[in-house]
Protein backbone atom coordinates (compact mmCIF):
# COMPACT_ATOMS: atom_id res chain seq x y z
CA UNK A 1 0.00 0.00 0.00
CA UNK A 2 1.16 3.65 -1.21
CA UNK A 3 0.57 6.05 1.63
CA UNK A 4 1.86 9.58 0.08
CA UNK A 5 2.35 11.38 3.62
CA UNK A 6 3.26 8.57 5.62
CA UNK A 7 5.78 6.63 5.73
CA UNK A 8 4.28 3.15 6.69
CA UNK A 9 0.70 2.31 7.63
CA UNK A 10 1.28 1.54 11.15
CA UNK A 11 2.41 5.47 10.98
CA UNK A 12 -0.87 6.20 9.40
CA UNK A 13 -2.58 4.03 11.91
CA UNK A 14 -0.78 6.39 15.26
CA UNK A 15 -2.90 9.12 12.70
CA UNK A 16 -5.96 7.76 12.68
CA UNK A 17 -5.83 6.50 16.94
CA UNK A 18 -5.33 10.31 17.19
CA UNK A 19 -8.05 11.70 15.33
CA UNK A 20 -10.07 8.63 16.46
CA UNK A 21 -9.01 10.22 19.99
CA UNK A 22 -9.74 13.74 19.13
CA UNK A 23 -13.37 13.17 17.74
CA UNK A 24 -15.01 10.42 19.77
CA UNK A 25 -13.68 12.54 23.50
CA UNK A 26 -12.36 15.79 23.17
CA UNK A 27 -14.29 17.30 20.78
CA UNK A 28 -18.05 16.25 22.35
CA UNK A 29 -16.78 17.01 25.75
CA UNK A 30 -16.48 20.68 24.52
CA UNK A 31 -19.78 20.32 22.97
CA UNK A 32 -20.90 19.34 26.29
CA UNK A 33 -19.14 21.72 28.31
CA UNK A 34 -20.35 24.65 26.31
CA UNK A 35 -23.86 22.91 26.62
CA UNK A 36 -23.35 23.12 30.58
CA UNK A 37 -21.74 26.80 30.83
CA UNK A 38 -24.00 28.28 28.69
CA UNK A 39 -27.13 29.40 31.23
CA UNK A 40 -28.88 31.07 28.63
CA UNK A 41 -29.18 28.77 25.04
CA UNK A 42 -30.81 29.26 21.49
CA UNK A 43 -33.07 26.37 20.03
CA UNK A 44 -31.03 26.57 17.06
CA UNK A 45 -27.69 26.84 19.42
CA UNK A 46 -29.23 23.40 20.58
CA UNK A 47 -30.38 21.90 17.13
CA UNK A 48 -26.56 22.88 15.90
CA UNK A 49 -25.39 20.92 18.91
CA UNK A 50 -26.71 18.16 18.56
CA UNK A 51 -26.35 17.67 14.61
CA UNK A 52 -22.50 17.98 15.55
CA UNK A 53 -22.65 15.03 18.16
CA UNK A 54 -24.30 13.24 15.34
CA UNK A 55 -21.99 13.97 12.85
CA UNK A 56 -18.75 13.43 15.07
CA UNK A 57 -20.40 10.00 15.92
CA UNK A 58 -20.68 9.42 11.85
CA UNK A 59 -17.00 10.47 11.52
CA UNK A 60 -16.02 8.19 14.93
CA UNK A 61 -17.22 5.39 13.16
CA UNK A 62 -15.49 5.87 10.09
CA UNK A 63 -12.12 6.31 11.53
CA UNK A 64 -13.14 3.37 13.75
CA UNK A 65 -13.92 1.07 10.44
CA UNK A 66 -10.75 2.22 8.52
CA UNK A 67 -8.63 1.75 11.84
CA UNK A 68 -9.58 -1.68 11.59
CA UNK A 69 -8.61 -1.96 7.88
CA UNK A 70 -5.28 -0.60 8.36
CA UNK A 71 -4.90 -3.12 11.35
CA UNK A 72 -5.58 -6.36 8.91
CA UNK A 73 -2.65 -4.54 6.91
CA UNK A 74 -0.11 -3.69 10.11
CA UNK A 75 1.79 -7.83 10.84
CA UNK A 76 1.43 -6.56 14.81
CA UNK A 77 -0.57 -9.03 16.59
CA UNK A 78 -1.41 -5.69 18.91
CA UNK A 79 -3.27 -3.97 16.43
CA UNK A 80 -5.01 -6.93 15.21
CA UNK A 81 -6.07 -8.76 18.82
CA UNK A 82 -7.77 -4.89 19.34
CA UNK A 83 -9.87 -5.36 16.48
CA UNK A 84 -10.72 -8.47 16.28
CA UNK A 85 -12.06 -8.89 19.61
CA UNK A 86 -14.39 -8.08 22.22
CA UNK A 87 -12.70 -4.58 22.61
CA UNK A 88 -13.77 -3.66 18.91
CA UNK A 89 -17.71 -3.88 19.77
CA UNK A 90 -16.87 -1.66 22.81
CA UNK A 91 -15.25 1.01 20.68
CA UNK A 92 -18.28 1.40 18.89
CA UNK A 93 -20.19 2.41 21.81
CA UNK A 94 -19.20 5.56 22.29
CA UNK A 95 -20.54 6.56 18.68
CA UNK A 96 -23.82 5.28 19.81
CA UNK A 97 -23.79 6.95 22.84
CA UNK A 98 -22.75 10.29 21.35
CA UNK A 99 -25.85 9.81 18.30
CA UNK A 100 -28.13 8.67 20.67
CA UNK A 101 -27.72 12.11 22.80
CA UNK A 102 -27.16 14.31 19.55
CA UNK A 103 -30.85 12.35 18.36
CA UNK A 104 -32.22 13.37 21.82
CA UNK A 105 -31.31 16.97 21.58
CA UNK A 106 -32.48 17.49 17.98
CA UNK A 107 -36.04 15.65 18.90
CA UNK A 108 -36.39 17.86 22.25
CA UNK A 109 -35.97 21.27 19.62
CA UNK A 110 -38.33 19.75 16.84
CA UNK A 111 -40.91 18.69 19.98
CA UNK A 112 -40.68 22.09 21.40
CA UNK A 113 -41.09 23.90 17.84
CA UNK A 114 -43.63 21.81 17.06
CA UNK A 115 -45.69 22.37 20.21
CA UNK A 116 -45.48 25.99 19.96
CA UNK A 117 -46.43 25.95 16.78
CA UNK A 118 -50.03 24.04 17.79
CA UNK A 119 -50.37 26.22 20.30
CA UNK A 120 -50.40 29.41 18.05
CA UNK A 121 -52.68 27.21 15.54
CA UNK A 122 -55.22 26.80 18.52
CA UNK A 123 -54.84 30.37 19.74
CA UNK A 124 -55.17 31.63 16.17
CA UNK A 125 -58.30 29.27 14.66
CA UNK A 126 -60.67 29.24 18.68
CA UNK A 127 -64.04 29.03 17.53
CA UNK A 128 -65.90 31.64 18.71
CA UNK A 129 -68.71 30.09 21.18
Not at 56 to 73: E, F, H, R
Amino acid sequence: MDFPFFSSVSSLMEYGFWLLIAFSVLAPVGVFATLLVRRVISRPAVLVFGIVLILLAGLDVVLLQKLNSWAKVVPTPLEDHFFASEVSLALYLLPVVLAGIGVNLVSHVLIHHLGEAERRFDKSHKNPE
